[in-house]
Structures are given as C-alpha cells and as structure tokens.
C-alpha cells in the first residue's frame, strides 16, 4: 500500500475506533468535546503505530489499540497547548480551538479525559493477550508522555518565552526532543514493542523523524498559508522566539530537516523494502504544507 493510502487507512480505522469507545460514554458535552478534539488531523502518530506494527506481523485487531491511544494522547495535548494559560491560540486544524468553542473548563476536562483514555486504551485486554506487554506499552507511554517527554518539552518552551535571551540549538533540540520527538518516538517503537522485538532500529528512525518534523514545522511557521497549516502563523517570529529557522536559516533548516530523513531511511535497512511505508512517511514529513 502507498503511503497516501495507508495514512488514509490508518485515520479512517483511528476514528472508526474513537467512535466506538465513545459512544459507549454518557452523551454529555464533554464527552462530545473529547470527540471535536480527536477529531481531524493527519493521524501520522496513529499510522507509526500500524505500521511498524506491520513490519512486525502483529495483527492489526491488536495494534488498533495502542494506535488510538497515542492520538488519544495527542489530542490532549493540543486542546491543553491551545489553552489561554499556554499558547492561547483561536484555531486548531482550521476550526476554533476547544476552549473557544466550548468554555476553559470543559477543555481542560476533555483533555484530562483524553489523557487518561491513552492510558487505558494501552491496558484494555483487547490490545494483547499478554498483559506484560500491555504494561510496557503504557509504562512507555507515561514515560513519553509526561516530565521526562512531552510534558518536559512544554515546560522548556514556556521557560524559554520567559528567558532573558534566545534558546541555543542544543538547547531547542533537547526541547523538540520532548514536546514533538518523544511521541513520535513511541509512536514507532510501538509495533516492535507489541511483538516484544528490538526497538533500537524504530527508534534510531523516529528519533530523526521527530526532529526532521519539528524543523519543517519552523519552515511553515515562516512559509506556510495560515489557511492551509490550520493555525496561525508566524507567531514566534513576532515574539521574538528562536527556532530552527531563526538560528540556522531557511535553506540550512531545510537541508537538516532533510539529512534527518537519510537518516531515518537508513536506519530502516535491516527491515529492506517491507518498511518503505516508514521511508514514504518521513519524506512525507518535510514535503507536507499543513
């Protein structure tokens, strides 16, 4: 399958499956909110998970899980990031963001639900039948997710805004690191994990991948269409923030993004031509617009 189709393939049974597990909760507006968050996207965390879950042969009844649950995981942190405490932004993926539609209070609720849902989407019984893998995969996913991941990106980020000067590079790839790079990361680690397999070659590969995303997401923020990218844009040019763009330049930022994918591509040699969705993916990750 081409990689246009299987990203296709992966948010139709992401949101197949969303569905099912919330329509399963009492119709209230949060709930109803948790589902305008999750909704959308590129599901491109969703489709790691499949895939490399492929390249391992787990059955995709089981893989489906642990996929819902990082866009679960995602969501939250998009509808938590929007928040006027955060970034305070207006649209998310072209539509307003949660907080606007409905009330701080409701956003703040829906993406705890949703947080606490990637939890339980690793645990369900359906995920895998052995409940040690299940646990790794949640345990990962904490560990992904929260001080010592995206959690600790997001602290960095704010910390930086408030920072007598501008961030240096080492110290924005340490950031990315968290905030973008560690969910992608157990993203693609998740299918070897599910067939207890050696994460090292997912991880090489993701690592590069996250990274290469983070820097194009800069090179939109200064090139992209706000009505294409869903968001504003130019923002941390107008607060004066330091990105991969504004410390190595548009053209440098775009050769790094695109030596990372090499490096993502190559790391994927010991799977040979059964990864080359993986390889479509990070290409596709420095030729998106949105």
């Given at each position: 399958m081409q990689f246009?189709?299987?990203?296709?393939?992966?948010?139709?049974?992401?949101?197949?499956?969303?569905?099912?597990?919330?329509?399963?909760y009492n119709p209230l507006p949060v709930v109803e909110a948790m589902g305008?968050?999750?909704?959308?996207?590129?599901?491109?965390?969703?489709?790691?998970?499949?895939?490399?879950?492929?390249?391992?042969?787990?059955?995709?009844?089981?893989?489906?899980?642990?996929?819902t649950a990082i866009e679960a995981i995602h969501a939250y942190s998009l509808v938590h990031d929007d928040l006027p405490c955060m970034d305070d932004d207006d649209l998310r993926r072209?539509?307003?963001?949660?907080?606007?539609?409905?009330?701080?209070?409701?956003?703040?609720?829906?993406?705890?639900?949703?947080?606490?849902?990637?939890?339980?989407?690793?645990?369900?019984?359906?995920?895998?039948?052995?409940?040690?893998v299940r646990a790794d995969l949640a345990l990962s996913l904490a560990r992904a997710a929260?001080?010592?991941?995206?959690?600790?990106?997001?602290?960095?980020?704010?910390?930086?805004?408030?920072?007598?000067?501008?961030?240096?590079?080492?110290?924005?790839?340490a950031l990315q690191a968290g905030k973008t790079g560690a969910l992608i990361t157990w993203s693609a680690q998740a299918g070897a994990r599910l067939a207890q397999a050696d994460i090292a070659p997912l991880t090489a590969y993701a690592d590069a991948v996250g990274?290469?995303?983070?820097?194009?997401?800069?090179?939109?923020?200064?090139?992209?269409?706000?009505a294409t990218v869903g968001k504003a844009v130019g923002k941390d040019a107008g607060r004066g923030k330091a990105t991969f763009v504004s410390l190595l330049g548009l053209e440098e930022a775009k050769r790094r993004a695109a030596h990372l994918v090499h490096e993502a591509c190559t790391a994927l040699d010991v799977y040979g031509d059964k990864a080359d969705g993986l390889r479509d993916c990070a290409r596709f990750v420095i030729s998106r617009d949105s």
């Amino acid at each position: 399958m081409q990689f246009p189709d299987g990203l296709a393939a992966a948010a139709r049974a992401v949101e197949a499956h969303f569905q099912r597990i919330l329509d399963a909760y009492n119709p209230l507006p949060v709930v109803e909110a948790m589902g305008y968050a999750a909704s959308g996207g590129k599901r491109l965390r969703a489709y790691l998970v499949l895939e490399s879950a492929r390249i391992h042969d787990v059955d995709p009844v089981h893989a489906i899980w642990p996929a819902t649950a990082i866009e679960a995981i995602h969501a939250y942190s998009l509808v938590h990031d929007d928040l006027p405490c955060m970034d305070d932004d207006d649209l998310r993926r072209g539509l307003p963001t949660l907080h606007r539609k409905w009330d701080e209070a409701t956003a703040v609720l829906a993406g705890d639900a949703l947080q606490t849902l990637g939890f339980e989407l690793c645990l369900d019984p359906s995920g895998h039948p052995q409940a040690g893998v299940r646990a790794d995969l949640a345990l990962s996913l904490a560990r992904a997710a929260g001080a010592r991941g995206m959690v600790l990106g997001q602290a960095l980020d704010m910390a930086a805004e408030a920072a007598d000067g501008p961030l240096t590079l080492d110290q924005i790839t340490a950031l990315q690191a968290g905030k973008t790079g560690a969910l992608i990361t157990w993203s693609a680690q998740a299918g070897a994990r599910l067939a207890q397999a050696d994460i090292a070659p997912l991880t090489a590969y993701a690592d590069a991948v996250g990274l290469a995303f983070q820097i194009w997401d800069d090179v939109l923020d200064v090139e992209g269409d706000a009505a294409t990218v869903g968001k504003a844009v130019g923002k941390d040019a107008g607060r004066g923030k330091a990105t991969f763009v504004s410390l190595l330049g548009l053209e440098e930022a775009k050769r790094r993004a695109a030596h990372l994918v090499h490096e993502a591509c190559t790391a994927l040699d010991v799977y040979g031509d059964k990864a080359d969705g993986l390889r479509d993916c990070a290409r596709f990750v420095i030729s998106r617009d949105s």
